[in-house]
């Protein structure tokens, strides 16, 4: 007698199809198709999870440096002086700062040591 494995395979497909649901096409309805699609959009996921980590530090740099240049200091110098004066603020506090606060950002700059 041959023995199936019982409902394990069954719930494991189900669980790939409800995954599919909303994807285009046999996609989303055939077993195999849909398996294919949903491994790759899980590798898609996880590489896209690194690229908006990378968007994002690229905003807040663009954003620093539009401020800082709006106190006439270039962004690298502006990343120099915090260095040496010992400010340890990252980027992204430096974009949020500078986006909600500009009068903080500008006692930030009036902080930093003058070359």
């Known amino acids: 007698m041959r023995v199936k494995g019982g409902s394990a395979p069954r719930r494991s497909k189900n669980r ?24 790759r959009s899980k590798q ?30 270039s962004y690298n110098r502006f990343i120099e002086g915090l260095g040496k004066a010992s400010i340890d603020l990252d980027r992204r506090m430096l974009a949020d700062i500078a986006v909600r606060d500009p009068q903080a950002f500008a006692a930030v700059v009036q902080a930093l040591p003058k070359a």
């Open 44 to 73: 898609q996921a996880f590489v896209g999870r690194k690229i908006r980590k990378r968007d994002l530090r690229a905003l807040w740099i663009q954003r620093v440096n539009a401020a800082s240049r709006q106190h006439g200091i």
């Open 16 to 39: 790939v199809l409800k995954e599919a649901k909303g994807f285009w096409g046999r996609r989303s309805k055939c077993w195999k198709m849909a398996l294919i699609a949903v491994r």
